[in-house]
């Protein structure tokens, strides 16, 4: 995020004039919607604000907003954003990336822009599959998945774009999902964080990836599957009202977490842990716990700003300037120079 | 190199044209400090000079061996000099690996002076030498000056209580005056310079001036034992100024922030190591306050892409590298020409194909310039023939850049990048500015914004992220030839095809038409050359007129889009001869749009051509 002066817009007008061209019911059009509806809240301005993105159904993304846009090659969109902000750090920047771009073809400039922390909002839509190539299986499918390219099932494990992303040095970690009602805050939680923001948004790629995720995003039974993490609250899932209250605790043997139950309401005496989203320990072992025995941990995982790559690269160029002459001819002149005159040259 | 006096005369008669003196040691010997005080010592007897520096690949390679030989190699003389030289007339060997590695490239009767405190056995053994070459006769076709410098050093530096360490080190300055005083220098300079350089050390600095007056003095006793003449080549005449000695990397480092001052922008500058093109970015790191930030990418795409991203903010994107880091940056040169943004790539070429020959120098990425992109992709190529002409080509991509909306392509290579030239140090005020300006208001009919109109050049509007009421979506997918918006009908793809074809082929209005380098416009031989054969073309066809045969030489700076001119002019010779340190690109692109018997001379051993080599083609080409 950038220090602004909030400016007043609805969500109309983050809407551009281009035709949306996702197929119809894919998990992007609510994530727009979860955007446009959420830079109105921040006070952002259309003039200041850029998205860029790389290649896949998700890069199409800047061209359905009203603001400035680039959708520029395949997996390379941390780079161009890295430019983008040197040259101008005003500008308040929204990378859009996918499973393929941002975590195959891209993952080197991903983890880069991470671990400088360059300061921006990186949203990687993951439906686990090749969308616009037409559903081959991507770094982030289950073993086994059946693809045009994996007709027996694909045999690699695949990637935890959360558990990459803090490995590579992210402050900020947090997962959603397209339809959630709690995306706007993610995303508002994102944007004021100063420095590189990852937040993974599962989407449902309804041609080629169908309701992938709804062992845990489906509606019915949600509350089971769900964790949803909130600083300085106890980790707790699962209803009270049916008595499937649970929560997450610390095994302090083996240092693993553990689902607890909860009677009675009573989270302290099931040793639940309360959240803190500057523990980089407990950050890890969240995004990487199984789904299955465990819930799926969403919301903000991880949040601990450090300084900025642009505010050091900045910085520091600003203070190797000052007091220097910017004269172009004396550093023309600089060097091993001599005098050629009538007499011949000299010193 | 100048006009080398055609029979080979080694040093016995005063006053050649020129001469080529090769300082040759270890790495540790301080070869480059020297060449480079001999050169301040040319450029102050007025004599033109090249240089060029051959270190070993390797970063610390052991003491003595044959891969840790460090080289610098200096032509000097009374006339116009454009080249390192062919063959040295002097090699300067302080040690048998450096003898071993350097001694065959003298020119026959040439003069070795060697350092014999360096012949011990086990140097020789490092030097792979059974028996040492200063007894077996082996050196017969030359002349050998070979006495002990090493103790001569330590004797010349005792009365200052040196270590022996420290003593050995004066060795360079030892050789030092004694070229001086075979090429009738002046000492008083170099005595300034020591003075300045260990001001901090008085004593090493009396030292090594003592060491220098030492090698200085051994003339003398070496000329009365009448194995050593003294030399003098008259200063050639130069107009009156400021000079300075450049490399091709710094030259195309300042003639970037140069040329980014004319257009009114600062700079940004992605790179990524790579040999031979590193420099430049080492150079730049330096140079924050004209403006310039520069970023170490983590590959070759991110630099070219975060230089993208800068010229889309607004400042003037810039990125370089050698051949394969070329090739990497490929598909993002497509977005910049599809987005039509302004973005200068410097390209030092080397032996290629794949890591190739890192250090060494070829021309063979021509293709890759010209042709070397998927689609349509047209971009605008110079080339630069020498480091000073670096200088002025850098300041032109960087015009054509912001100019016509277009990355734009400017190669060097291995051997332009180090080697150095005296240049006359230019008025930056006399360079013509090109301020850029950004477009603030909506350009379209009824207050609609069409970032993709085109001005009278071709060019489109450069729109900058955060300024109010333009906000609009680019990329690098197919566009609506006005509104950029996505638009993959078959007339916009070939109204914008056609519109990016145009606007680089417009780009030939702007630049100058070709002119004949030597000679005359028509003839029976035209030697076309691009690049850094430059040098070596030209004392080729300067040597071939002098014998009075009907040849001239024409250098192309401008490669694509080539001077309209150019097709008619060569059409006014009987033969064209285009002599390339590649298999034959130019050739081919020549021949493909002016239909020309373009005829190619080919070197691609990684080492420059020698002039007697292109003058040997031209006769061929003649006979």
């Known amino acids: ?347 | 190199m100048a006009t080398q006096t055609a029979e080979p005369e080694g040093l016995t008669k005063n006053s050649p044209e020129a001469v080529v003196v090769r300082f040759a040691g270890d790495s540790g010997d301080g070869m480059q400090l020297t060449g480079g005080q001999f050169t301040l010592s040319s450029a102050l007897a007025g004599n033109d000079f090249a240089t060029f520096p051959d270190f070993p690949a390797e970063i610390r390679a052991p003491q003595g061996t044959l891969f840790g030989v460090s080289a610098f190699q200096i032509n000097f003389g009374s006339t116009e000099i454009d080249t390192a030289g062919d063959a040295p007339d002097v090699l300067v060997a302080m040690n048998p690996a450096a003898l071993k590695t350097n001694v065959g490239a003298l020119k026959p009767g040439g003069l070795i002076i060697a350092d014999t405190g360096e012949f011990t056995k086990r140097n020789l053994e490092k030097a792979k030498y059974e028996v040492s070459p200063l007894e077996d006769g082996s050196l017969s076709k030359w002349q050998v000056l070979a006495f002990d410098i090493s103790a001569l050093t330590v004797e010349a530096v005792k009365p200052f209580g040196l270590g022996n360490k420290d003593a050995l080190r004066c060795k360079n300055m030892w050789t030092l005056g004694l070229a001086l005083w075979m090429f009738d220098r002046d000492r008083a300079p170099l005595v300034d310079w020591l003075n300045n350089k260990f001001r901090k050390n008085p004593v090493l600095a009396e030292a090594n001036i003592a060491a220098l007056n030492a090698g200085h003095a051994y003339g003398e006793t070496a000329e009365l034992g009448g194995q050593l003449h003294k030399q003098h080549l008259d200063a050639v005449p130069a107009p009156a100024g400021l000079y300075r000695t450049i490399t091709g990397a710094e030259a195309v480092a300042l003639g970037l922030v140069a040329g980014a001052n004319l257009a009114h922008l600062p700079m940004f500058f992605g790179g990524y190591p790579i040999t031979p093109a590193s420099s430049i970015l080492h150079y730049l790191v330096g140079l924050k306050e004209f403006g310039v930030t520069t970023f170490q990418a983590e590959d070759e795409i991110a630099a070219i892409a975060s230089a993208i991203g800068a010229s889309y903010a607004g400042q003037l994107g810039v990125t370089s590298s050698s051949g394969p880091g070329i090739a990497l940056k490929t598909e993002a040169m497509g977005l910049a020409v599809m987005t039509e943004l302004p973005l200068v790539i410097v390209n030092s070429q080397r032996g290629g194909p794949s890591t190739g020959l890192p250090t060494k120098t070829e021309q063979s990425d021509l293709y890759q310039a010209v042709y070397g992109r998927n689609g349509d992709t047209p971009m605008p190529v110079i080339a630069a023939r020498s480091p000073s002409d670096a200088f002025d080509c850098a300041i032109e991509a960087c015009r054509i850049a912001t100019q016509y909306m277009t990355p734009v392509i400017l190669l060097t290579d291995g051997y332009i990048a180090n080697a150095a030239e005296p240049w006359k140090v230019p008025d930056p005020a006399s360079y013509e500015a090109f301020p850029v300006s950004f477009l603030e208001e909506r350009n379209g009919p009824d207050g609609t914004l069409l970032p993709y109109a085109r001005d009278e050049k071709g060019a489109r509007p450069w729109i900058k992220p955060g300024t109010p009421g333009l906000t609009h979506r680019i990329g690098g997918i197919e566009k609506n030839p006005g509104t950029g918006n996505l638009d993959y009908s078959p007339a916009a793809h070939q109204a914008m095809t056609d519109a990016r074809h145009a606007k680089v082929n417009g780009v030939a209005k702007s630049i100058p038409a070709q002119e004949v380098t030597l000679g005359n416009a028509g003839g029976k031989l035209a030697v076309v050359g691009w690049g850094s054969t430059y040098g070596p073309i030209h004392q080729a066809v300067r040597r071939a007129r002098a014998k009075g045969l009907d040849v001239s030489h024409i250098h192309v700076r401008h490669i694509w889009p080539l001077p309209e001119n150019l097709g008619d002019l060569l059409r006014g010779y009987e033969r064209i001869l285009v002599p390339e340190m590649n298999t034959g690109q130019f050739k081919t692109v020549l021949r493909d749009q002016f239909l020309v018997d373009a005829k190619p001379y080919n070197k691609v051993s990684g080492q420059p051509f020698t002039i007697a080599e292109i003058e040997a083609a031209i006769e061929g080409a003649l006979a």
């Open chain 1, 1 to 347: 995020m950038n220090a602004i002066t909030p400016i007043t817009t609805t969500l109309k007008d983050w809407e551009s004039d281009q035709e949306v061209r996702w197929c119809p019911g894919c998990g992007d059009y609510a994530i727009l919607k979860a955007v446009q509806r959420t830079l109105p809240e921040l006070g952002a301005d259309p003039a200041k604000t850029v998205f860029v993105s790389g290649i896949g159904c998700s890069s199409r993304f800047p061209y359905y907003v009203e603001s400035y846009g680039f959708h520029t090659i395949h997996g390379r969109a941390p780079a161009v954003a890295t430019g983008i902000k040197l040259a101008n750090p005003e500008l308040d920047i929204w990378l859009v990336t996918g499973d393929g771009d941002g975590m195959s073809i891209g993952g080197n400039h991903t983890m880069h822009l991470l671990r400088r922390n360059l300061n921006c909002q990186v949203l990687l839509f993951n439906n686990e599959i090749y969308g616009l190539t037409k559903g081959q299986y991507s770094p982030t499918s289950r073993e086994g998945t059946h693809s045009p390219t994996t007709p027996l099932g694909s045999v690699d494990h695949p990637a935890l774009p959360c558990a990459f992303a803090l490995g590579a040095g992210a402050r900020f970690v947090a997962r959603g999902f397209d339809v959630s009602k709690h995306l706007p805050e993610v995303l508002k939680a994102a944007h004021a964080h100063k420095g590189a923001a990852f937040v993974e948004i599962f989407q449902n790629c309804i041609v080629y990836n169908k309701d992938r995720f709804d062992d845990f995003a489906a509606p019915k039974g949600a509350e089971d599957r769900q964790l949803w993490l909130k600083n300085g609250e106890p980790m707790l899932f699962g209803s009270d009202k049916t008595g499937r209250q649970k929560g997450i605790a610390l095994d302090g043997e083996k240092l693993t977490l553990k689902v607890v139950d909860v009677v009675d309401g009573d989270w302290q005496a099931a040793g639940v842990i309360v959240h803190d989203v500057t523990n980089r320990s407990i950050a890890h072992m969240l995004v990487e716990m199984p789904f299955g025995p465990f819930p799926m941990a969403l919301g903000v995982i991880y949040d601990d700003p450090r300084p900025t790559y642009e505010d050091a690269v900045l910085g520091q160029d600003t203070k190797a300037r000052e007091g220097k002459s910017t004269d172009l001819a004396r550093l023309l002149a600089k060097g091993q120079t001599w005098t050629v005159s009538e007499d011949g040259p000299e010193l």
